[in-house]
Each structure stands twice: as structure tokens, then as C-alpha cells.
Nanobody
Framework: QVQLVESGGGLVQAGGSLRLSCAASGRTFSSYAMGWFRQAPGKEREFVAAISRSVGSTYYADSVKGRFTISRDNAKNTVYLQMNSLKPEDTAVYYC?????????????????WGQGTQVTVSS
């Protein structure tokens, strides 16, 4: 089992920034595509961003495009989500996930391993 641990969540004012980190165990981290999802109370888990095992391939949900940036550091077994220009609508628990494939996926069903989540709250 691959273990994923998120960190970096917190409370921020609208317009502010946060950077989430997800540290992964396992020597095969570089073989996985990685994704970020979020879930607000009473809502379905929503795709946010994904990155392939090659750092040149990323994909973003329309709601965050231009504001969020996903990146990875394979040497550190870590994936990041830089969140800028945060809006109250971004408030959710954010989860990182690992996919046992190198290509991108936007469905939660495409991911095998999940972190515990980190709360992001954006106040207005």
C-alpha cells in the first residue's frame, strides 16, 4: 500500500494563497500519475488537477485553471498544489491521490491511493 500524507491546509482570506504538499511513500512514485481532488460538505468529490509521471503534462478543472498549479518533485516523492487568488468557493477538504498508471485521469475511480485530506477554508 502506498501512503500519502497531505499538509499545508488552513484558513486564508479571499484573494490569498496556500501551497498544499503531498508526501508519498514508495520507490515507484515517479511511475504514478498524481491528482488533487476536493470535497465540500454535502457535495461530490471534485477533480481539481492532475499531473502525469512526466512533469510536462498537467490538466486542470476549469474552475481553478489560471489560479492553481500542480507540480511534482520525484526526488522528494512529493506533489504540490499551489493555490492563488483563492475564493470562498474553494473551501473544501483537499485530497491527493495516486494512480497506478502514468497518464492523466479526472475521475476518482481512476486513482488507487488516497491521502487523509487537508482542510482549506477561504473566508470572504
Amino acid at each position: 500500500q502506498v501512503q500519502l500524507v497531505e499538509s499545508g491546509g488552513g484558513l486564508v482570506q479571499a484573494g490569498g494563497s496556500l501551497r498544499l504538499s503531498c508526501a508519498a511513500s514508495g520507490r515507484t512514485f515517479s511511475s504514478y500519475a498524481m491528482g488533487w481532488f476536493r470535497q465540500a460538505p454535502g457535495k461530490e468529490r471534485e477533480f481539481v488537477a492532475a499531473i502525469s509521471r512526466s512533469v510536462g503534462s498537467t490538466y486542470y478543472a476549469d474552475s481553478v485553471k489560471g489560479r492553481f498549479t500542480i507540480s511534482r518533485d520525484n526526488a522528494k516523492n512529493t506533489v504540490y498544489l499551489q493555490m492563488n487568488s483563492l475564493k470562498p468557493e474553494d473551501t473544501a477538504v483537499y485530497y491527493c491521490a495516486a494512480r497506478e498508471a502514468g497518464n492523466l485521469a479526472t475521475s476518482p475511480k481512476g486513482y488507487t491511493y488516497w491521502g487523509q485530506g487537508t482542510q482549506v477554508t477561504v473566508s470572504s
